[in-house]
Protein backbone atom coordinates (compact mmCIF):
# COMPACT_ATOMS: atom_id res chain seq x y z
CA UNK A 1 0.00 0.00 0.00
CA UNK A 2 1.75 3.48 -0.85
CA UNK A 3 0.92 6.54 0.83
CA UNK A 4 0.55 9.62 -2.07
CA UNK A 5 1.85 12.86 -0.14
CA UNK A 6 0.35 16.09 -1.08
CA UNK A 7 2.14 19.29 -0.61
CA UNK A 8 0.52 22.29 0.72
CA UNK A 9 1.42 25.60 -0.62
CA UNK A 10 2.98 27.52 1.68
CA UNK A 11 1.27 31.13 2.57
CA UNK A 12 3.50 34.16 1.45
CA UNK A 13 5.51 35.72 4.10
CA UNK A 14 4.77 39.52 4.36
CA UNK A 15 7.90 41.61 4.41
CA UNK A 16 7.75 44.05 7.23
CA UNK A 17 8.75 47.24 7.55
CA UNK A 18 12.56 47.47 9.43
CA UNK A 19 13.52 50.94 11.35
CA UNK A 20 16.27 51.72 9.23
CA UNK A 21 13.60 51.35 6.13
CA UNK A 22 11.25 53.45 7.49
CA UNK A 23 14.11 55.69 7.79
CA UNK A 24 15.35 55.84 4.58
CA UNK A 25 12.20 55.82 3.16
CA UNK A 26 11.28 59.10 5.51
CA UNK A 27 14.93 60.46 4.37
CA UNK A 28 13.99 60.23 0.62
CA UNK A 29 10.51 61.03 0.97
CA UNK A 30 11.75 64.47 2.57
CA UNK A 31 14.26 65.43 -0.03
CA UNK A 32 11.36 64.88 -2.81
CA UNK A 33 9.67 68.27 -1.40
CA UNK A 34 10.55 71.58 -2.92
CA UNK A 35 9.64 73.01 0.88
CA UNK A 36 12.24 71.25 2.06
CA UNK A 37 15.00 73.00 -0.18
CA UNK A 38 13.49 76.41 -0.09
CA UNK A 39 13.00 76.20 4.29
CA UNK A 40 16.97 75.06 4.70
CA UNK A 41 18.17 77.60 2.14
CA UNK A 42 16.15 80.23 3.98
CA UNK A 43 17.40 78.66 7.24
CA UNK A 44 21.24 79.96 5.80
CA UNK A 45 20.31 82.67 5.06
CA UNK A 46 18.45 84.35 7.72
CA UNK A 47 21.27 83.39 10.19
CA UNK A 48 24.02 84.67 7.80
CA UNK A 49 22.10 88.10 7.37
CA UNK A 50 21.44 88.94 10.84
CA UNK A 51 25.11 87.88 11.45
CA UNK A 52 25.85 90.50 8.65
CA UNK A 53 23.48 92.84 10.28
CA UNK A 54 25.10 93.30 13.60
CA UNK A 55 28.26 92.58 12.89
CA UNK A 56 28.06 95.71 10.91
CA UNK A 57 26.10 97.85 13.45
CA UNK A 58 29.13 96.38 16.15
CA UNK A 59 31.72 97.70 13.61
CA UNK A 60 30.44 100.84 13.20
CA UNK A 61 29.66 101.14 17.29
CA UNK A 62 33.66 100.00 17.55
CA UNK A 63 34.74 102.53 15.76
CA UNK A 64 33.50 105.17 18.54
CA UNK A 65 35.90 103.16 21.03
CA UNK A 66 33.05 101.01 22.73
CA UNK A 67 34.40 97.86 23.96
CA UNK A 68 33.81 94.44 22.27
CA UNK A 69 34.11 91.20 23.83
CA UNK A 70 34.58 87.80 22.87
CA UNK A 71 31.14 86.90 23.63
CA UNK A 72 29.90 89.10 20.90
CA UNK A 73 31.27 87.42 18.08
CA UNK A 74 29.52 84.43 19.29
CA UNK A 75 26.32 86.19 20.17
CA UNK A 76 26.35 87.58 16.54
CA UNK A 77 26.42 84.53 15.10
CA UNK A 78 23.87 83.34 17.06
CA UNK A 79 21.91 86.47 16.09
CA UNK A 80 19.15 85.09 14.04
CA UNK A 81 18.48 82.25 16.16
CA UNK A 82 14.61 83.93 17.18
CA UNK A 83 13.85 84.37 13.04
CA UNK A 84 14.77 80.69 12.40
CA UNK A 85 13.14 79.28 15.08
CA UNK A 86 9.84 80.32 12.93
CA UNK A 87 11.41 78.91 9.93
CA UNK A 88 12.61 75.35 11.28
CA UNK A 89 9.20 75.23 12.92
CA UNK A 90 7.30 75.62 9.14
CA UNK A 91 10.05 72.95 8.10
CA UNK A 92 8.71 70.52 11.12
CA UNK A 93 4.78 71.48 10.39
CA UNK A 94 5.13 70.94 6.68
CA UNK A 95 6.92 67.47 7.05
CA UNK A 96 3.68 65.78 8.55
CA UNK A 97 0.93 67.90 7.32
CA UNK A 98 1.74 67.71 3.58
CA UNK A 99 0.67 63.87 3.46
CA UNK A 100 -2.19 64.82 4.88
CA UNK A 101 -3.33 67.72 2.65
CA UNK A 102 -1.84 65.47 -0.65
CA UNK A 103 -3.59 62.17 0.88
CA UNK A 104 -0.54 60.53 1.19
CA UNK A 105 -0.75 59.71 4.90
CA UNK A 106 -2.82 56.81 3.99
CA UNK A 107 -0.24 55.07 1.39
CA UNK A 108 2.38 55.90 3.88
CA UNK A 109 0.60 53.98 6.74
CA UNK A 110 -0.06 51.12 4.17
CA UNK A 111 3.10 50.59 3.53
CA UNK A 112 4.55 50.91 7.93
CA UNK A 113 0.93 50.82 9.98
CA UNK A 114 3.27 51.35 12.87
CA UNK A 115 2.27 54.66 12.98
CA UNK A 116 4.52 55.10 16.37
CA UNK A 117 7.81 53.95 14.08
CA UNK A 118 6.42 56.02 11.29
CA UNK A 119 6.52 59.30 13.33
CA UNK A 120 9.62 58.47 15.11
CA UNK A 121 11.64 58.13 11.98
CA UNK A 122 10.06 60.87 10.33
CA UNK A 123 11.14 63.36 13.48
CA UNK A 124 14.47 61.70 13.26
CA UNK A 125 14.83 62.67 9.27
CA UNK A 126 13.35 66.09 9.94
CA UNK A 127 15.83 66.66 13.16
CA UNK A 128 18.39 65.62 10.77
CA UNK A 129 17.66 68.24 8.10
CA UNK A 130 16.92 71.10 10.09
CA UNK A 131 20.59 70.66 12.65
CA UNK A 132 22.49 70.27 9.11
CA UNK A 133 20.81 73.15 7.86
CA UNK A 134 21.65 75.15 11.08
CA UNK A 135 25.17 74.12 10.93
CA UNK A 136 25.52 75.34 7.58
CA UNK A 137 24.39 78.40 8.70
CA UNK A 138 25.23 78.97 11.86
CA UNK A 139 29.18 78.10 10.72
CA UNK A 140 28.97 80.90 8.18
CA UNK A 141 27.58 82.97 10.58
CA UNK A 142 30.74 82.71 12.74
CA UNK A 143 32.86 83.12 10.17
CA UNK A 144 31.69 86.45 8.60
CA UNK A 145 31.40 87.99 12.68
CA UNK A 146 34.90 87.08 13.21
CA UNK A 147 35.79 88.48 10.25
CA UNK A 148 33.64 91.64 10.76
CA UNK A 149 34.69 92.54 14.53
CA UNK A 150 37.28 89.81 15.49
CA UNK A 151 39.69 92.41 14.78
CA UNK A 152 38.08 94.79 17.56
CA UNK A 153 37.94 92.51 20.27
CA UNK A 154 39.66 93.88 23.37
CA UNK A 155 40.36 91.67 26.49
CA UNK A 156 39.54 94.69 28.85
CA UNK A 157 35.82 94.19 27.63
CA UNK A 158 36.20 90.69 28.79
CA UNK A 159 36.05 86.53 27.38
CA UNK A 160 33.47 84.46 26.34
CA UNK A 161 32.09 81.69 28.59
CA UNK A 162 34.02 78.10 28.25
CA UNK A 163 31.43 76.57 26.65
CA UNK A 164 29.23 79.77 24.29
CA UNK A 165 31.87 78.32 21.32
CA UNK A 166 30.09 75.08 21.34
CA UNK A 167 26.91 76.62 22.54
CA UNK A 168 26.75 78.31 19.59
CA UNK A 169 28.50 76.09 16.89
CA UNK A 170 26.56 72.90 17.79
CA UNK A 171 24.20 73.78 20.88
CA UNK A 172 22.20 76.12 18.25
CA UNK A 173 21.42 73.64 15.51
CA UNK A 174 20.64 70.59 18.17
CA UNK A 175 18.31 73.26 19.97
CA UNK A 176 17.03 73.96 15.94
CA UNK A 177 16.15 70.36 15.38
CA UNK A 178 14.38 69.62 19.18
CA UNK A 179 12.50 73.02 17.86
CA UNK A 180 11.51 71.34 14.22
CA UNK A 181 10.46 67.76 16.00
CA UNK A 182 7.84 70.67 18.26
CA UNK A 183 6.86 71.60 15.62
CA UNK A 184 6.28 68.14 14.02
CA UNK A 185 4.24 67.53 17.34
CA UNK A 186 1.51 70.80 16.42
CA UNK A 187 1.55 69.32 13.09
CA UNK A 188 0.33 66.11 14.21
CA UNK A 189 -2.46 67.70 16.74
CA UNK A 190 -3.99 70.12 13.89
CA UNK A 191 -3.18 67.75 10.67
CA UNK A 192 -3.64 71.30 9.03
CA UNK A 193 -0.37 73.35 7.15
CA UNK A 194 -2.46 76.07 7.98
CA UNK A 195 -3.31 75.58 11.78
CA UNK A 196 0.02 73.84 12.35
CA UNK A 197 2.20 77.00 11.20
CA UNK A 198 -0.75 79.32 13.06
CA UNK A 199 0.29 77.43 16.30
CA UNK A 200 4.02 77.58 15.65
CA UNK A 201 3.91 81.73 15.23
CA UNK A 202 1.67 82.35 18.30
CA UNK A 203 3.73 79.72 20.06
CA UNK A 204 7.04 81.39 19.12
CA UNK A 205 6.20 84.96 18.68
CA UNK A 206 2.56 86.40 19.74
CA UNK A 207 2.32 84.57 23.46
CA UNK A 208 6.23 85.92 24.12
CA UNK A 209 5.40 89.21 22.92
CA UNK A 210 1.68 89.59 25.14
CA UNK A 211 3.32 88.13 28.36
CA UNK A 212 5.87 90.69 27.81
CA UNK A 213 3.82 93.13 28.72
CA UNK A 214 2.90 91.54 32.27
CA UNK A 215 5.82 92.84 33.41
CA UNK A 216 3.69 96.64 33.67
CA UNK A 217 0.99 95.02 35.61
CA UNK A 218 3.07 94.83 39.01
CA UNK A 219 3.77 92.54 41.46
CA UNK A 220 0.59 90.24 41.30
CA UNK A 221 1.41 89.40 38.62
CA UNK A 222 4.56 88.73 38.60
CA UNK A 223 4.17 85.01 37.85
CA UNK A 224 3.56 86.03 33.84
CA UNK A 225 6.69 87.33 33.71
CA UNK A 226 8.26 83.87 35.12
CA UNK A 227 6.09 82.11 32.75
CA UNK A 228 7.11 83.77 30.12
CA UNK A 229 10.62 83.69 30.47
CA UNK A 230 9.84 80.03 30.14
CA UNK A 231 8.45 79.99 26.87
CA UNK A 232 10.60 77.92 23.90
CA UNK A 233 11.72 81.73 22.44
CA UNK A 234 12.84 83.10 25.42
CA UNK A 235 14.35 80.11 26.78
CA UNK A 236 16.22 79.61 23.36
CA UNK A 237 17.65 83.12 23.87
CA UNK A 238 18.37 82.51 27.55
CA UNK A 239 20.17 79.21 26.32
CA UNK A 240 22.40 81.06 23.31
CA UNK A 241 23.66 83.71 25.86
CA UNK A 242 25.35 80.64 28.08
CA UNK A 243 26.03 82.81 31.07
CA UNK A 244 27.48 85.38 28.74
CA UNK A 245 28.16 89.05 30.61
CA UNK A 246 25.92 91.21 28.16
CA UNK A 247 23.42 93.54 28.11
CA UNK A 248 20.77 91.72 27.16
CA UNK A 249 21.48 89.00 29.77
CA UNK A 250 22.21 91.71 32.35
CA UNK A 251 18.69 93.24 32.28
CA UNK A 252 16.76 90.04 32.33
CA UNK A 253 18.50 89.07 35.67
CA UNK A 254 18.24 92.36 36.96
CA UNK A 255 14.18 92.09 35.77
CA UNK A 256 11.98 93.44 38.61
CA UNK A 257 8.41 93.67 38.66
CA UNK A 258 7.17 96.14 41.47
CA UNK A 259 10.19 95.36 44.13
CA UNK A 260 9.67 91.02 43.53
CA UNK A 261 12.04 89.34 41.23
CA UNK A 262 10.91 86.47 38.45
CA UNK A 263 12.25 83.27 37.72
CA UNK A 264 15.09 83.48 35.39
CA UNK A 265 16.67 80.64 34.57
CA UNK A 266 20.10 79.63 34.10
CA UNK A 267 21.52 78.85 30.61
CA UNK A 268 21.39 74.90 30.99
CA UNK A 269 18.15 75.02 32.89
CA UNK A 270 16.78 77.05 29.94
CA UNK A 271 18.05 74.85 27.71
CA UNK A 272 16.43 72.33 29.64
CA UNK A 273 12.86 73.82 29.23
CA UNK A 274 13.30 74.07 25.63
CA UNK A 275 14.17 70.34 25.27
CA UNK A 276 10.93 69.43 27.36
CA UNK A 277 8.96 71.30 25.69
CA UNK A 278 9.72 69.70 22.21
CA UNK A 279 9.58 66.09 23.46
CA UNK A 280 5.93 67.13 25.67
CA UNK A 281 4.55 68.56 22.78
CA UNK A 282 5.73 65.67 20.13
CA UNK A 283 4.81 62.94 22.80
CA UNK A 284 1.14 64.46 22.34
CA UNK A 285 1.35 64.25 18.62
CA UNK A 286 2.49 60.50 18.29
CA UNK A 287 -0.77 59.94 21.01
CA UNK A 288 -2.96 62.09 18.62
CA UNK A 289 -1.91 59.96 15.93
CA UNK A 290 -2.03 56.88 16.77
CA UNK A 291 -5.20 57.11 18.45
CA UNK A 292 -7.26 59.22 15.61
CA UNK A 293 -8.46 57.93 12.22
CA UNK A 294 -5.76 59.43 9.48
CA UNK A 295 -9.11 60.27 6.95
Not at 10 to 26: D, N
Not at 80 to 92: E, Q, S, T
Not at 276 to 293: E, F, I, K, T
Amino acid sequence: MSATATTQPHAPRTARLTFSGALRAEWCKIWSATSTYVLGVLTIVFLLLNSLMMGWMLSLLAGENMPVARADVWSTASSGAGNVLVIVGILGVMALTSEFSSSSIVSSLTVNPRRAMFMHTKALVVAAVTFLASLAGVLLAWGVAALMIGSDVTAVAGDAPAAMPVVTLFGLPAMMAFAAVLAMGLGAICRSTVGGVLCVIVLFTIVPSVLQMAQLLGRRYVWVTSVNNCLPANALSTFLGAGASSFANNAAAALIVDGAHPFQPSWGVAGLIFVVWSLVLYAVGVLMMCRRDVK
